[in-house]
C-alpha cells in the first residue's frame, strides 16, 4: 500500500515538470502593444500635402504626441509657417463653442482655399473664412446635416452635365435641371450586363452609380461593360439577417472554367447622343483589364481611346488605340511573354501632345520603360539595367523627362527599398532624387519644380521633406513623433538576411523580440506568411501596424519570437526570374524557402527553440500556413490560418489562371488532398460572407480532416467578408491564446476574450 507522503511526493514532482515545461505568456505587455494602443502613443507617419492651386504653396495637418498643428509651406521662398495663429483662432471660435476651448483645436475640418490668403473650414456645424494675413474669421453659414450617401451621380470636368444608372442603363441630365429632363442614353442594359457599377442588383427605377467616366473635355462617355450572364452563380448565406437568414447570389468564373466575363467597350457622345461600340475583339476569351483594373487611357481630347487587351492565359498583350468617332481599332505595340506578362506594373502612359506611347516591359527579364511613336514603332528604350521600375509618377511632357520608382539600383541597399528617379524620354539624364538608404514615397506639384519625400525603414523613424526636382533637399518638413512610444518601452524590429532553398538567391526578413528579451532563454518562433506573387508580408517601412490588421509586435510580447521573411515567387520587385519561381506550383512553391529560412536562423541564434514553430497568415497566408503544416508535419507544429485559398480551382480564375499552368487541363494541388498528414495544432478561420476567397475553401478542408480522423479547432466569424472589421480584435485574442497554449503551455480558462490583465 502506497503510503501519503509518497502518493504527495510523487504530485508535486508531476506538477514541477508540468511547470518546468510550460511558460506564461505575457498578456499585460501584450495588450499594452496592441494596434489600438500603440496608435496613441505616435503622431503622423508623414506629410500629406494639398497643394493649393494657381501657387507655389501647400498646406498640411500633422499630428504630434500631444498635438494637432496646421502649416503652409512657401516652396518658391522655402519657408515653412503656422497656417494659423492658434490663440487667435482659438479665440475667434470660442464663441462658437458649446465648450470651453483648450490648446488642443485639431477638430476644424474640410479645409479648402480660396486663394492663397484666404481659406474656409468648417467647425462646430458651421462654416467660416479665415484670412491668413490678418487671422481674422468671418462666420459664413450653418451647416444643415446632410446625408451621408454620396449622390449616385459623375459630374463631368466642365460641371455641366451628371451621368447615371438607372434600371441598368445609362442616363444624362442637365447638373441642375430636375430629373423630369433626363436623357436615357442606353437601352440594352440588363441584369448582369449592366451600365451600373454594381450590376447584380435590381435596380427598380433607382438611380444608382454608373461604370461610365468621362473624357476629360466633357465631350464623350465611355464605358467598359462586362457582360456575366453565362458565368456560373456562387451562393452565401448571410446568417445575421433579420428576421430569416438571406441568400445572397453573385456571379463568380473559377479556374478553367467555359463560360467567364466577356467585355464590351463603347462611347457616347453627349451632343449627338450617338453610341459606338469599339471594335476590340481578337482573341476568344480574351480579356480587357480585370473588373478592379480598366486598362483604358485617355487624353485630354476624346477623339481617341487606348486600351490594353490580353489573351486569357496572359502571354500575349497588344496596346490598342480606338476611333471613338468609329470604332475601329488598331493594335499598335505587341507583346509575348512566358510564362504570362506581368500584369502588377506593366503601365502605358500616352503622351498628350505628340501622340507618342510610354510603355513598361519586362521582356528583358527586368520591368523598363519603352517609347513608341503614335504608329506603335519603338524609338528607342528609356531606362535600363539590373534593376526593376515600378509605377510612373509623374510625366513632365513640355521638359520631356519621367518621375518614376524603381528598386533594387542602388548598391548596398535592400532590393526591396522604393526608390524615385528621373530620367528624358530619351534614356539621358537618369538621375536618382531620394538617395537616403531607406524607402521613400514621393508627391509632387502641378509646376513640377518640387516634391515632398517622407523616407523610413523599420528601424529608422519617418522624415518628410522638400526636394527641387532635380532632388536637391530643401528643407525638412516633419519627423515622426515617438517619443511617447519609446519611454513605454518599445524597441525596433531587426532586418536580417538569408539563402533561399537553393543556397544561392537571398532572401529579406524581419524579426519581432520581446521587449524584455534575454537572449539565455529559449523562445517558440512564429512565422508570418503570404506567398504572393502580388508581393511578401515583409515590412520595409517604419510601421507598429500591419495593415491595421494583426500585429507582431503584441504577438512577440506573450513571448515569442517573430518573423516574417520573403520567399522565391513572392514578389515582382526583384526580376522576371524571381517572380515567376512558383508558376505552376500553386501549392508547395513558399515553404521550402520559409523552413529553410528558419533553420538557418536557428542555427545562428541559440534563443530560438526550433521544436517549437507556429506560422500563421491570412488570405494567401491562410492557404501557405496550412499547408506548410501538412508539407513538412514534422517542422511546423501551430498554425493559424484565416480566409485560407485552400483550394485554388474553386478561386477567381483570374488569378488562379495567371499563376498556375495547364489549369484549363489538370486540377491544381490543394491543401485538402494532404489533410491525413496533420500532426500538430491548426486553428482554420473564415468569414461566414467572403465573396472573394468562398468559405467553401476551408469548409472542404474541414470535410477532409474529418474524413481523416484528425483533430482540429474552427471559427467562422458571422456576417464577415475576407476582412473582419470589429471582429479583428477578436482573431488578434483568440491566435495570441492559440499559440500561448500549444508552444508555450499556457492553457487559461477565463472565458472573457478580452480579459483585463
Not at 34 to 57: D, F, T, Y
Amino acid at each position: 500500500m502506497v503510503n501519503r507522503k509518497t502518493i504527495i511526493f510523487c504530485i508535486l514532482i508531476s506538477t514541477l515538470f508540468i511547470t518546468g515545461l510550460s511558460k506564461k505568456a505575457d498578456f499585460k505587455t501584450a495588450e499594452k502593444f496592441a494596434p489600438e494602443n500603440l496608435r496613441k502613443m505616435v503622431g503622423s507617419r508623414s506629410v500629406q500635402p494639398h497643394w493649393i492651386k494657381n501657387s507655389e504653396k501647400f498646406w498640411y495637418k500633422y499630428k504630434t504626441s500631444n498635438n494637432t498643428f496646421y502649416y503652409i509651406v512657401d516652396t518658391k521662398k522655402v519657408v515653412k509657417s503656422p497656417l494659423f495663429d492658434r490663440e487667435k483662432m482659438i479665440s475667434s471660435l470660442s464663441s462658437f463653442a458649446d465648450k470651453k476651448l483648450n490648446n488642443k483645436i485639431a477638430k476644424i475640418k474640410k479645409i479648402e482655399f480660396k486663394d492663397e490668403s484666404h481659406f474656409t473650414f468648417e467647425f462646430n456645424k458651421k462654416k467660416f473664412l479665415w484670412n491668413i494675413s490678418k487671422s481674422k474669421i468671418k462666420f459664413i453659414t450653418d451647416i444643415e446635416k446632410k446625408s451621408d450617401k454620396k449622390p449616385p451621380y459623375k459630374i463631368s470636368p466642365d460641371k455641366k452635365w451628371i451621368i447615371y444608372s438607372k434600371d441598368h442603363n445609362l442616363f444624362l441630365n442637365k447638373k441642375d435641371d430636375s430629373f423630369d429632363k433626363e436623357t436615357q442614353l442606353t437601352f440594352d442594359g440588363e441584369k448582369w450586363f449592366s451600365y451600373a457599377k454594381e450590376d447584380g442588383k435590381d435596380q427598380s427605377g433607382k438611380r444608382v452609380k454608373t461604370a461610365a467616366k468621362w473624357f476629360n473635355d466633357s465631350k464623350k462617355i465611355y464605358i467598359k461593360r462586362v457582360d456575366k450572364r453565362k458565368v456560373e452563380d456562387l451562393f452565401l448565406v448571410h446568417s445575421l439577417s433579420r428576421p430569416r437568414p438571406t441568400l445572397e447570389l453573385y456571379k463568380y468564373a473559377m479556374a478553367g472554367d467555359k463560360n467567364i466575363p466577356r467585355y464590351e467597350i463603347s462611347v457616347i457622345d453627349i451632343k449627338s447622343l450617338k453610341q459606338v461600340k469599339l471594335d476590340i475583339k481578337k482573341w476568344k476569351d480574351q480579356r480587357i483589364g480585370s473588373e478592379g483594373d480598366d486598362r483604358i487611357y485617355i487624353t485630354d481630347k476624346s477623339k481617341y481611346l487606348f486600351f490594353i487587351r490580353s489573351t486569357r492565359d496572359y502571354k500575349k498583350v497588344e496596346v490598342c488605340r480606338a476611333d471613338t468617332d468609329t470604332g475601329k481599332t488598331v493594335a499598335l505595340i505587341h507583346e509575348t511573354s512566358e510564362p504570362y506578362w506581368n500584369s502588377y506594373f506593366q503601365q502605358f502612359y500616352p503622351v498628350k501632345k505628340t501622340g507618342e506611347l510610354i510603355w513598361q516591359s519586362e521582356r528583358d527579364g527586368r520591368e523598363h520603360f519603352y517609347l513608341y511613336n503614335k504608329k506603335g514603332k519603338l524609338i528607342n528604350r528609356i531606362t535600363k539595367g539590373n534593376y526593376t521600375t515600378g509605377r510612373i509618377v509623374k510625366v513632365d511632357e513640355e521638359k520631356r523627362i519621367l518621375y518614376f520608382e524603381a528598386y533594387g539600383k542602388e548598391k548596398n541597399t535592400d532590393p526591396y527599398y522604393k526608390f524615385y528617379y528621373r530620367v528624358n524620354f530619351n534614356g539621358t539624364g537618369f538621375k536618382l532624387l531620394t538617395p537616403e538608404n531607406a524607402t521613400h514615397s514621393f508627391s509632387m506639384n502641378e509646376s513640377m519644380n518640387c516634391f515632398i519625400d517622407t523616407f523610413s525603414t523599420v528601424k529608422k523613424v519617418p522624415v518628410s521633406v522638400l526636394r527641387d526636382s532635380e532632388g536637391k533637399l530643401l528643407t525638412t518638413l516633419e519627423k515622426m513623433d515617438v517619443s511617447k512610444l519609446i519611454s513605454s518601452g518599445w524597441k525596433p524590429a531587426e532586418t536580417f538576411k538569408v539563402k533561399a532553398a537553393d543556397g544561392v538567391t537571398d532572401l529579406y526578413g524581419v524579426m519581432w523580440k520581446p521587449f524584455n528579451f534575454d537572449p539565455e532563454k529559449k523562445y517558440p518562433l512564429i512565422s508570418y506568411v503570404y506567398p504572393g506573387p502580388q508581393g511578401e508580408p515583409v515590412p520595409k517601412t517604419f510601421f507598429l501596424v500591419r495593415n491595421e490588421r494583426v500585429s507582431n509586435i503584441p504577438l512577440a510580447q506573450l513571448g515569442f519570437i517573430v518573423i516574417s521573411v520573403g520567399q522565391r515567387g513572392g514578389s515582382p520587385l526583384r526580376s522576371k526570374k524571381y517572380h515567376n519561381f512558383g508558376y505552376d506550383n500553386a501549392r508547395d512553391y513558399p515553404l521550402a524557402d520559409n523552413k529553410f529560412a528558419i533553420e538557418q536562423l536557428g542555427r545562428k541564434y541559440s534563443f530560438i527553440d526550433m521544436e517549437k514553430i507556429g506560422i500563421y497568415g491570412r488570405s494567401g497566408g491562410g492557404f501557405m500556413s496550412t499547408a506548410a503544416m501538412l508539407v513538412y508535419p514534422d517542422f511546423y507544429k501551430v498554425a493559424v490560418s484565416a480566409c485560407g485559398n485552400h483550394n485554388n480551382n474553386i478561386y477567381d480564375y483570374e488569378w488562379g489562371e495567371l499563376h498556375y499552368k495547364n489549369s484549363f487541363e489538370k486540377k491544381i494541388r490543394t491543401n485538402q488532398e494532404i489533410a491525413k498528414n496533420l500532426k500538430g495544432y491548426l486553428l482554420l478561420i473564415h468569414g461566414e460572407v467572403d465573396n472573394n476567397v468562398h468559405p467553401a475553401n476551408t469548409i472542404r478542408m474541414v470535410d477532409e480532416l474529418i474524413k481523416a480522423g484528425k483533430r482540429f479547432d474552427l471559427m467562422i466569424f458571422p456576417g464577415k467578408k475576407h476582412t473582419y472589421g470589429e471582429y479583428t480584435r477578436y482573431l488578434e485574442r483568440m491566435m495570441w491564446y492559440y499559440f500561448s497554449e500549444h508552444l508555450l503551455g499556457d492553457y487559461r480558462t477565463n472565458v472573457n476574450i478580452y480579459k483585463k490583465y
